[in-house]
């Protein structure tokens, strides 16, 4: 994680100096993530989210100067969104917790038992599984780097390591490798939101992945 | 178990493309306004490392000798740590009564304040942990805190006050424009002040108060002329030099510094304030205390009912 810091931190640089290829290479890499990260939290009122994500970026330019790398550089853009949402509710008389994420709690035993649950058309299930989709999204986009991309391509595309390699301009080697460092930080992630839940522990020291 | 997963979770949802255009434009804006400071805050250091009569110059500058920018306002009173950068650096600003040039940017620190002289007769003052830079004649950046403007001019010579959410616009008014946590106030007390957000343009009358937030949504609320919320903005006024000068100068001062309408009992009283001529000074007093002070001295008192200050003959 340092070095991925560190990184962050000459990026940081890099747009402060003017390099606007710099700037749209984060900012591609973070709008979506940003955008879901809002989305979320605002019963999917997808204008508001986009107006929150707006001044996010833009309080974040003013501020860069600022970032000293301590965190990664997404982390340090999702607090600003935080920020940027608690100035939105206080200003409508709305409470910041209305919209509680099962990212946002401590204690995820209920994505266990939504996962263990049998496929069902209740309305009661239909929340759940949409909670948990919501997890994995927020579990998948919080991944350093393109590690949430590289899942994805893999296992919703069905592509093949080479042809990873490929879109990411590396080796078969190396694509292997970041194919299953990607794996396992998603598993060490989901394990840490679900650290209460002996049980998802269990199944996740069991799986192959 | 992770490919089971992500599998039952689906693709995330992608944001819209308006969206993703919408933001972009806005962050790339910010982004080069950001670069544009940030390179004209280079060159100046540049050019003052050019050398040593470019130095020599800046130390005067620094001393207030000599000033290669036009004068934009004088400092007249301070309290507490108030500070002023006209090139990189924050100093402390240690005697009132300096000029301040064109580009030169001022701040007050926790517990601060400051009161500045525009010319025209124009009192601005800033408040606590408050920074501004005075951009040119009649314009001034509030980039942070919260700040009063006086302004007795005629029609159309207002001020510009720019802040990250809107400029505000003043036609010979009194108001007060704060900016703080991604909102931007304005309460005016006097006259009329426009706004313009991202081409729209609103408009505050005496006695409203606006604010704006940082999606555009804009609250309007009154305020009295005479609130507790003028306070600090009377404690920082600067006061008129009143030895030899007749009271009613005086009662005009402390009923416009309260936003209050001076009346006069008769037209015997208003005689008689014109002919008691004041002596001593009243620095440092806000305008009520300044006014007990000299008051207690003459044969007049002042009744306060509502937004009116009204000079009596004293009974006793």
């Known amino acids: 994680m340092a070095d991925l810091v ?57 501020r860069l100067d600022g970032y000293r790398g301590e ?35 401590p204690d995820a035993r209920a994505i266990l038992e939504a996962l263990a649950a049998p496929v069902s058309d209740e309305p009661e299930s239909r929340v759940w599984r949409l909670q948990v989709r919501r997890l994995v999204e927020a579990t998948l986009d919080a991944l350093p780097g393109n590690y949430g991309d590289v899942l994805e391509w893999k296992y919703l595309d069905g592509q093949s390591v080479a042809e990873i390699a490929q879109r990411l301009g590396l080796g078969p080697k190396a ?31 069991r799986s192959p992945g | 178990m992770v490919a089971a997963l992500i599998q039952a979770a689906g693709r995330r949802t992608e ?55 036009p004068r934009m306002a004088t400092v007249v009173r ?16 240690v005697e009132s009564g300096g000029a301040i040039p064109a580009g030169t940017s001022l701040r007050t620190l926790a517990g601060g304040g400051a009161a500045l002289s525009l010319g025209d007769g124009t009192s601005l003052r800033l408040a606590a942990t408050t920074e501004v830079q005075f951009d040119g004649p ?26 990250p959410l809107g400029t505000v616009h003043d036609i010979g008014t009194q108001f007060e424009v704060r900016v703080a946590d991604g909102m931007l106030r304005l309460r005016v007390r006097e006259g009329h002040v426009e706004i313009d957000r991202a081409g729209e343009r609103l408009t505050g009358g005496a006695g409203e108060q ?23 903005a009377e404690t920082m006024a600067p006061a008129p030099d009143i030895d030899g000068r007749p009271a009613t100068e005086l009662l005009a001062w402390v009923a416009r510094e309260t936003g209050r309408r001076l009346r006069y009992q008769s037209p015997d009283v208003e005689q ?38 009204e000079i009596r003959a004293r009974t006793e």
């Open chain 2, 78 to 93: 301070t309290i507490g740590a108030v500070e002023l950068r006209s090139g990189e650096r924050w100093k402390p600003l």
């Open chain 2, 138 to 163: 009649r314009h001034i950046l509030l980039r942070d805190g919260m700040l009063y403007l006086d302004n007795r001019a005629s029609l159309g010579t207002g001020f510009r006050i720019g802040t």
């Open chain 1, 71 to 105: 965190a990664a550089l997404y982390t340090w853009f999702c607090q600003i969104c935080r920020n940027v949402l608690a100035d939105h509710f206080r200003k409508r008389g709305r409470g910041v917790a209305r919209v509680v994420l099962l990212e946002d709690q």
């Open chain 2, 272 to 309: 008689r304030a014109a002919t008691v001529i004041l002596h001593g000074n009243i620095r440092h007093l806000a305008p009520l205390a300044a006014l007990d002070a000299m008051l207690a001295t003459t044969d007049l008192e002042y009744v306060l009912e509502g937004d009116t200050m």
């Open chain 1, 6 to 62: 560190h990184v962050d931190r000459a990026v940081a640089r890099r747009i402060l100096g003017g390099d606007e290829a710099a700037f749209r290479e984060m900012f591609d890499r973070f709008f979506p993530r940003l955008y879901r990260f809002a989305l979320a939290r605002l019963d999917g009122d997808a204008d508001t989210a986009r107006d929150i994500v707006q001044q996010t970026f833009c309080n974040a330019i003013q």
């Open chain 2, 15 to 69: 944001p819209p493309a308006d969206a993703y255009r919408q933001v972009l434009d806005a962050a790339m804006t910010a982004l080069r306004e950001k670069s544009r400071r940030r390179r004209e805050r280079s060159w100046l250091i540049g050019a003052a490392a050019a050398g040593i009569a470019a130095v020599s110059v800046m130390l005067l500058l620094q001393r207030g000798e000599v000033s290669l920018q």
């Open chain 2, 210 to 232: 606006l604010e704006i937030d940082v999606l555009g949504g804009v609250t309007r609320s009154m305020i009295g002329t005479t609130d507790p919320a003028w306070r600090w």
């Open chain 1, 175 to 205: 694509a292997e490798s970041q194919l299953q460092r990607a794996r396992e930080a998603f598993r060490v992630a989901i394990a840490d939101l679900a650290s209460a839940s002996d049980e998802l522990m269990g199944t996740l020291g």
